[in-house]
């Protein structure tokens, strides 16, 4: 075996190894000490451009990598759209929102559930619609809560309408009330239960939280249907829009005076050509569901938003309170034809939704106004619901 040559010791490639480092240090040194700087200037700058030039590569990486998954996504997104359709969607349908789904470029937020029932009882021709329950609601108010009630009604008709209760404060409401409507089974497979739910406001318009439309003609009436469902948006053809009014009530139980103050009204509807109108309304007193009383306001000419502020003294007793109806109509005057309702509500205690709310609150509170907006409902509707007869005898001949 050849021996290695003494100069090829370990001891000797330790000892050029650090001559070598030395001669590498001393001419770094000797670089250092010929720029203009002080020392410690020169190190600052080091390791500045040391920190530069790590980012430099950490961005390039950066942009090099999202090129790459921008890539990948594109090859995935074409591998999907090239697939067979599915269930009548394409694999991108699926995946994707349609546009349907996306409003504005935002997706649809959840409204929350509804539990309802449905029953149908054919020997009596009566639909019994039951709203149970209301879970996970959008919130409305700026508290992050809502006053949340449902309005039943069934279309095409639309002959009748039933709110429920009004619960305060609250994303899960309990209502656990029915309501029935009088339909034969031959318009039952023809008609549409809608379910909607608001979020009550005293002083402007109620903002609905969301809807059902329940198509009654697919439903299996051999037994009780009960189920959850997923608010949706509320459709885009509503209901027609007779405008809103603002009234107060007052009644002191002492003097027997019920005092009506008819404030405004707003987004009334156009009944004549040129877009507006020439509105004024009547406050009619109904008493045993036969007129009684009626006063009206000053007519107010070419607008769709009147303001009044009229008020109007009936003297009712505290017995005749419980029997009698409020009956508020907004109407358009016409100097030559006969002038015709565009919208119309009644309250009493035997009203519903909102208006009993209001004549409730009123009883609940004597001696002091009581104000809230109501949406106009049509005149049919109301006239329906009333069964107005004749007017009432002469006072000398009431039996009070």
Known sequence: MKLLPSSSSPSSIISDIFNTNTTASGVVHGIIEKIPLPQWAVYVLSVLGAIVLLLVVCCVCACCCRIRRKKRRQK???????????????????????????????SKQPRGKLLYSLEFNAALSELIVGVKQASSLKAMDLGGTSDPYVKVYILPDKTK??????????????????????????????????????????FSKHDIIGELRLKLGQVDWNHVME????????????????GEICFSLRYVPTSNKLT???????????????????????????????????????????????YYNEAFTFKVSMEQIRRVYVVISVWDHDPVTPNDPTGKIFLGCDASGNQLRHWADMLANPRRPVAQWHALLPA???????????KIPLANNLPF
């Open 76 to 106: 995935s997104a074409d591998a999907l759209v090239k697939l067979q359709p599915h269930g009548g969607q394409t694999s991108s349908e699926l995946v994707q929102p349609g546009a349907g789904d996306v409003k504005s470029g935002v």
């Open 161 to 202: 309408t039933c709110e429920t209760k009004v619960l305060k404060n609250t994303l899960n409401a309990t209502f656990n009330e029915t309501f029935s409507f009088q339909l034969s089974k031959a318009t039952l497979a023809k008609s549409t239960a809608v379910l909607q739910v608001f979020d009550f406001d005293r």
């Open 260 to 306: 009506v103050v008819v404030m405004e009204a707003k987004n009334l509807k156009s009944t004549d050509l040129d877009g507006t109108s020439d509105p004024y309304v009547k406050v009619q007193l109904a008493l045993d569901k036969r007129k009684w009383k009626k006063k009206k306001t000053s007519i107010k000419k070419n607008t769709l938003n009147p």
């Open 227 to 242: 189920e959850w469902r997923d608010l949706q948006e509320p459709a885009d053809v509503e209901e027609e829009n007779l």
């Open 380 to 390: 049919q509707q109301v006239n329906a619901a009333l069964a107005l007869k004749k």
